[in-house]
Nanobody, 126 residues
Framework: QSRLVESGGGPVQSGGSLRLSCAAS????????IGWYRQAHGSMREAVAC????????NYADSGTGRFTISRDNAKNEVYLQMNSVEPGDSGIYYC???????????????????WGRGTQVTVSS
């Protein structure tokens, strides 16, 4: 059973930092690009960042460029999202998702994702 489990969310003040983790099991981890997505209450889900299966390529949404860093440790089957200088607009449920990719690249397009975690809540206060 392919599975992704997010952790590391919680309350944080504006300007602070948070690191989210995504633990994977049940599939060949390095064949899958991993993306982080978020969904604020009452809003649509949006992409945050993604990383290719071997970790050589990353993409960031404009909202996170310069503040967020995505990384992965394939030996541990884990992906991380380091969030620095967080803002209230960063609040929401953060999901990780896996997408099978033949090449070492990633795309931030949630309909193409093969499976999802259940999310972890991030709440940024001013």
């Amino acid at each position: 059973q392919s599975r992704l489990v997010e952790s590391g969310g919680g309350p944080v003040q504006s300007g602070g930092s948070l690191r989210l983790s995504c633990a994977a099991s049940g599939f060949r981890f390095d064949d899958y690009a991993i993306g982080w997505y978020r969904q604020a209450h009452g809003s649509m889900r949006e992409a945050v960042a993604c990383i290719s299966g071997r970790g050589t390529k990353t993409n960031y949404a404009d909202s996170g460029t310069g503040r967020f860093t995505i990384s992965r440790d394939n030996a541990k089957n884990e992906v991380y999202l380091q969030m620095n200088s967080v803002e209230p607009g960063d609040s929401g449920i953060y999901y990780c998702a896996g997408q099978f990719m033949h090449l070492d690249l990633c795309v931030m397009h949630y309909p193409d994702q093969d499976f999802w975690g259940r999310g972890t809540q991030v709440t940024v206060s001013s």
